[in-house]
């Protein structure tokens, strides 16, 4: 039986993943804690084989005023579990980082792209990446993951805004871009898959096909038994002004395959985009309830 500690007792990440494992209940053992105040540090880590680690900022908009927060909890306050971990025996630290460490709005990230991120969120998570591998050795495993956009049922961020449009608006631009997105059970089990064979290294998670944005809007309309009407009518004003959140819609941005896909990496049986977004919109139930 593996014992998992997840820190952030709101985590959507670590929350998807004690409810993932919970079809386990044989291999795995899940305790979660807040790391609000500083109780957590009199909590012992030494019955732990795994710590994950998905507390965090994520999804606020960034000023002056909040800028030293991101620093103090994804780079300072992670260290600081990192460290408590590694003192107290736990064998493997598992890293929630983000694609953000790379800067990007648009572009492929391949093996040799360097980490070069613009926002405060992307900084504190490189930042806190090279501070956690530096207590990397064989006796306490390093695994960053740095996932692009999570979505799945109860998510926040920009699924949601795209789901909201995909109900409600008549049309939406028929734009074929490619990003690369993770369904948060395929992130689940692969992080299932880490905890199970110790491993460590730098993971790039990412379903296994890529999700052009339009086609997710009208699959999300579909799913609820709206009609929505894609046009290229908007293709020339969004090539003109490519404004950051227009980057960040309808923008290619996607991870290389070979960088998920690599011999070494554990090898996930992925849930497929179609049925991702009929279990993220609650299709299933919805329709179990009309038989």
């Known amino acids: 039986m593996k014992k998992i500690l997840i820190t952030g007792v709101n985590s959507y990440v670590g929350n998807s993943f004690e409810k993932w494992v919970s079809d386990y209940p044989e291999q795995y053992s899940v305790d979660k804690i807040s790391l609000r105040d500083g109780s957590w540090k009199e909590k012992d880590f030494s019955g732990y084989d795994v710590v994950l680690h998905v507390a965090g900022i994520a999804h606020q908009k960034e000023t002056k005023e909040n800028a030293h927060f991101y620093y103090k909890v994804n780079r300072d306050l992670a260290f600081e579990v990192a460290q408590k971990a590694k003192g107290e025996g736990v064998k493997q630290f598992i890293f929630l980082s983000s694609m953000s460490v790379y800067g990007m709005d648009k572009g492929v990230i391949h093996k040799y792209t360097p980490a070069n991120p613009k926002s405060n969120y992307g900084k504190s998570k490189l930042q806190a990446e090279g501070l956690i591998k530096s207590l990397d050795d064989d006796y306490f495993r ?79 309309a579909e799913t609820h038994g709206c009609n929505i009407r894609l046009t290229k009518l908007f293709n020339y004003p969004i090539r003109l002004f490519r404004f950051s959140i227009i980057d960040k819609v309808f923008g290619d941005l996607v991870y290389e395959k070979t960088l998920s896909t690599n011999k070494n990496k554990p090898k996930i049986d992925f849930i497929g985009f179609e049925e991702s977004i009929k279990m993220t919109e609650g299709w299933h139930e919805k329709n179990s309830n009309t038989l």
């Open 142 to 220: 390093i695994a960053i993951l740095r996932p692009p956009m999570i979505y799945g049922k109860g998510c926040k961020g920009n699924y949601q805004r795209l789901a909201k449009l995909a109900m409600k608006s008549p049309l939406f631009p028929d734009v074929n871009n490619k990003r690369s997105m993770i369904y948060i059970d395929n992130l689940s089990e692969l992080i299932r898959l880490l905890i199970d064979g110790f491993e460590e290294g730098i993971y790039f998670p990412q379903n296994e096909e890529y999700v052009c944005t339009s086609d997710m809007v009208r699959t999300i």
